[in-house]
């Protein structure tokens, strides 16, 4: 692990490890086989305060540094993807709120993470993902609330999440400039959880449709102001991309780190595989990708920490990590030959854990459109 993090966050990664060696990673076999969402595994991490690793310390967390939590995530990520998703994606879920959001829903959304609760952040529609402004969910002001009805998809923590940021159309006639975006809580009247995806990979993730069907919120859940929703939808996204670029960063680790151990282990021609020249080039390759990978993404999480601009950063890391991502763990089974392709093996595993990685947070087609007008825009 070659982030720098702090003493505090040293010891925090020793406990991580130890947990996810002991709790997570042959546990999720399981899970990943039934599609079941692990809430026992789940209800230990949340008895160590995994969920809010990336809550400030003014609102009751532990206050790293978003290199610190990194740390901890890819560790996770290399047990399994999908458990790391969750986790982070709580701190996706209150993004917006600390982005947007005044003291009072800072503080109510952080209360409940920080008491175990998980959050979720909606903005995909069945006929909005990369169009994000073509959503059709809308929100009508009566009185002192707020109707909202639509359908999104793709939610992850979708069924589980304590609170969601949803987007809603607030003016239609002002396009992109008339979304607005809404503080939620579970439990609300006609909010529910709707069809659960029966995903390829990151399985012990939980990600469904949430429906909303005549949900009043009252005027204060409202996120900044009328017609921002759009622009706190984007920052929010700029944020996100640096973590979905670390648990990427995470699958490849665990693909490099079972090659290894595969290669030393597998005997052919009288010696074990790793001892070719071939084989040691292709390891050497596999953790040159991997290292650029996590040193893009310490490079965009330490630019948000120092308050400068991370949003061509953490979509170059995104864009990158989740390629690699691919690309490791497809060498990975290469490296196990047929018994690669086997699900008896870990590695075939992770190129299905891996694929998704570039396409949520926007598509890494969409990613070079972003990076393309950073650097055209310089």
């Not at 310390?57 to 790391?84: Q, T």
């Not at 469904?208 to 706190?232: H, Q, S, Y």
């Not at 939808?233 to 595969?262: F, K, P």
């Amino acid at each position: 692990m070659s982030y720098i993090i702090s003493e505090e966050a040293q010891d925090l990664l020793k406990d991580v490890h130890d947990f996810c060696e002991k709790e997570v990673k042959e546990q999720c076999k399981d899970y990943d086989k039934s599609g079941e969402w692990p809430k026992e595994i789940y209800d230990k991490a949340i008895d160590m305060q995994l969920q809010s690793l990336e809550i400030p310390e003014e609102y009751g967390g532990p206050g790293l540094s978003r290199v610190d939590v990194a740390a901890l995530i890819e560790e996770m990520a290399i047990a399994d993807a999908g458990f790391a998703m969750t986790i982070s994606a709580s701190g996706l879920g209150t993004k917006p709120v600390l982005i947007a959001g005044n003291e009072e829903q800072k503080q109510r959304v952080c209360d409940i993470i920080v008491n175990g609760g998980f959050g979720a952040f909606a903005l995909t529609e069945p006929g909005a993902g990369s169009d994000a402004g073509a959503g059709t969910t809308t929100a009508v002001r009566d009185g002192d609330e707020y109707v909202l009805n639509g359908r999104k998809c793709f939610i992850t923590n979708g069924g589980i999440a304590d609170f969601y940021c949803i987007t809603a159309m607030t003016d239609k006639s002002k396009g992109v400039k008339g979304i607005s975006m809404f503080l939620v809580e579970k439990g609300t009247p006609g909010l529910s959880a709707g069809h659960e995806e029966d995903k390829l990979g990151i399985r012990t993730s939980n990600t469904t449709d949430v429906v909303l069907e005549d949900v009043r919120v009252p005027a204060e859940n409202l996120l900044g102001k009328e017609g921002e929703g759009f622009k706190i939808a984007m920052q929010t996204l700029d944020q996100a991309r640096a973590w979905v670029a670390c648990v990427a960063t995470g699958i490849a680790q665990r693909g490099i780190n079972e090659a290894i151990a595969y290669g030393k282990e597998r005997i052919q021609f009288g010696k074990p595989i790793i001892r070719n020249q071939a084989l040691q080039f292709k390891i050497a390759d596999m953790d040159i990708k991997t290292e650029t990978a996590r040193q893009m993404v310490a490079n965009a999480l330490t630019r948000m920490d120092t308050g400068l601009p991370y949003g061509r950063e953490a979509a170059i890391a995104k864009c990158y990590a989740g390629d690699i991502a691919m690309d490791v763990a497809s060498e990975a089974i290469q490296m196990f030959g047929g018994y690669g392709y086997s699900r008896d093996y870990p590695v075939e595993k992770l190129l299905r854990d891996a694929k998704i990685f570039q396409i949520f947070e926007g598509t890494n087609e969409v990613m070079h459109i972003v990076i393309a007008n950073h650097t055209i825009g310089r």
